[in-house]
Structure formats: structure tokens, C-alpha cells
């Protein structure tokens, strides 16, 4: 009998190293036996790496939400694009291609990853390939990754965790360029309300052991919903809402929160720009 293979050992570090909170946060989810999201390549890909991932602290379910909406809207432009191509910028380690590739079964969408060349040796050696699957190892920044992207059947881009990285001009020269190059297609992202980005400035911690990175960007709901009328090429925007999560409480509370507009600028942001 061979022996079972060794976990892979995973070495990142700073903004890189978000790809492994958040995998994990939606990995513990995907255990639970009331779990909010599918995601079972998320926890055979955690099984596979060897880090410490109780220093990033406890998980919650925001990490899954996020990732829900983000499949939701990816679906729904599917739907009406059934060959389109996914652009996952700073794709990190989600597992996204699966999940959809389960929920639409005769899928003929193809699926561009972006990012960086050592999270894209992780995803080489740990994650499954497919001919349906191409890969940018570079910075979502390099905007060569466009000319990689055939968009006469409809191009959906994620940028799922990654704007609130960058510096603001750098956000918004990428969403520009993407609505300069893609006319017909979406474009989806996560942004934190601004307390949150000030609290990551002077340091905010999920645990003893980590220190979340600093987070330079941000934009309100209303700032959102501006780039309709600063960004040539920006044909709609639409503030999405995060799907129910687990327990009453919870639930109460984002119901509060998405019906009273008087708090849209402390919450964060989902967006989606159509082009």
C-alpha cells in the first residue's frame, strides 16, 4: 500500500496571504452539518495544505456569504451567456469554477485565473486542472491578462477580496479598463465601508497571531452607484445583497440593515457594473 500524500506546505505572506483566511473560513462552513455553502473543494484543498490556519482565529459565515453572492451573480450572467468567460482577478484560492461547474451542469463557460505566480504555483500543484481553465500569473494590474479574454460571448469579471487592496487610483484605473474593454459585460466586487478600511490602518487584529492587512480603498454605497455617472463605459450599477446566512439573529440584523438607507454608508458593498 503507497503511503498517503504529505500536506503541501503553503509559505504566504501579506496580502497574499488572505487566500488562505478566507479559504478556511469557507471550509469550516463547507463542514458544518448546517452548512451555507457547498464547497467541497475548499475543504479537500485545506485538508491538502500544511499551515497553521487556527492563527487567522475563528471563522464566521461572511466569508461565504460573500462567496455565495459572488456565484449567484456569476450564475445569473451565465444564465444568459452560456459560453461567456470568468474573469477571477486575484482569484487567491477560491474554488469558485467548481461550485458553478456543479450548479450548472452543461456549463460551457470558460474560466480565466489572475493572480500572482506563487499562489498560482499552490493552484497548479493542489487543484485540479481543465481544459475549460486558463491561467495569468501576474498582477490583475498588468492589464495584458485583457488581451488573454475573447468577450464575443459575454465576459463576467470578479474581483472578489482584492479592491480594497489596492491603492484608490490603482481600483479605479482596473475598473475603468475593464469597462473600456469589455462593452456587454459585468464586473463584480467587495468593497468594506470606511471605518472598517481606518480600523485596518492602525491595526486590526482577528487574533493574537494575525494582523488583518492594511486595506487603502473604500467606497460607500452612494460612491458606488457614482461610477455610472465618472466612468465612460459603465452602463448600470446594482448593489447586491448578501444572502440569508444562519440563525435569527443574523438575519434580523441584515434585514435592518439593507432596509434602512440611513445606514448604507457604515455596511459594506457588493457591486455589480454593467457594461
Not at 493574537?208 to 457614482?226: D, G, I
Request: net charge negative.
Amino acid at each position: 500500500m503507497s503511503e498517503p500524500e504529505r500536506p503541501h506546505k503553503v509559505d504566504l505572506t501579506g496580502v497574499s496571504e488572505t487566500a488562505l483566511l478566507t479559504l478556511n473560513a469557507r471550509a469550516s462552513e463547507a463542514r458544518r452539518p448546517d452548512a451555507i455553502i457547498e464547497d467541497p473543494m475548499a475543504v479537500a484543498l485545506v485538508d491538502a495544505i500544511d499551515f497553521d490556519f487556527a492563527k487567522f482565529g475563528r471563522t464566521g459565515q461572511d466569508i461565504a456569504l460573500r462567496a455565495r453572492a459572488f456565484d449567484s451573480e456569476a450564475q445569473a450572467y451565465l444564465s444568459d451567456h452560456p459560453s461567456a468567460t470568468v474573469v477571477a482577478l486575484a482569484e487567491g484560492l477560491q474554488t469558485s469554477f467548481w461550485r458553478l461547474d456543479a450548479a450548472l451542469p452543461e456549463g460551457q463557460f470558460r474560466w480565466l485565473t489572475v493572480d500572482l505566480p506563487p499562489i498560482i504555483d499552490i493552484r497548479a500543484q493542489l487543484l485540479p486542472a481543465s481544459p475549460r481553465i486558463s491561467v495569468r500569473a501576474q498582477s490583475a494590474l498588468d492589464y495584458s491578462w485583457m488581451d488573454a479574454v475573447d468577450p464575443s460571448e459575454g465576459v463576467f469579471i470578479t474581483a472578489e477580496g482584492l479592491l480594497m487592496y489596492l491603492q484608490p487610483e490603482q481600483s479605479m484605473e482596473l475598473i475603468t479598463e475593464c469597462a473600456k474593454r469589455f462593452p456587454g459585460g459585468q464586473m463584480m466586487f467587495d468593497l468594506p465601508p470606511r471605518w472598517f478600511t481606518m480600523w485596518t490602518r492602525v491595526g486590526l487584529r482577528t487574533s493574537l497571531r494575525y494582523t488583518v492587512p492594511t486595506m487603502p480603498f473604500s467606497l460607500s454605497v452612494a460612491e458606488a452607484a457614482n461610477l455610472l455617472h465618472i466612468v465612460p463605459g459603465v452602463t448600470a450599477v446594482r448593489d447586491v445583497r448578501l444572502p440569508p446566512g444562519r440563525g435569527l439573529l443574523l438575519n434580523t440584523a441584515m434585514t435592518a440593515i439593507y432596509r434602512v438607507s440611513l445606514l448604507d454608508p457604515v455596511r459594506p458593498n457588493l457591486t455589480v457594473l454593467e457594461f
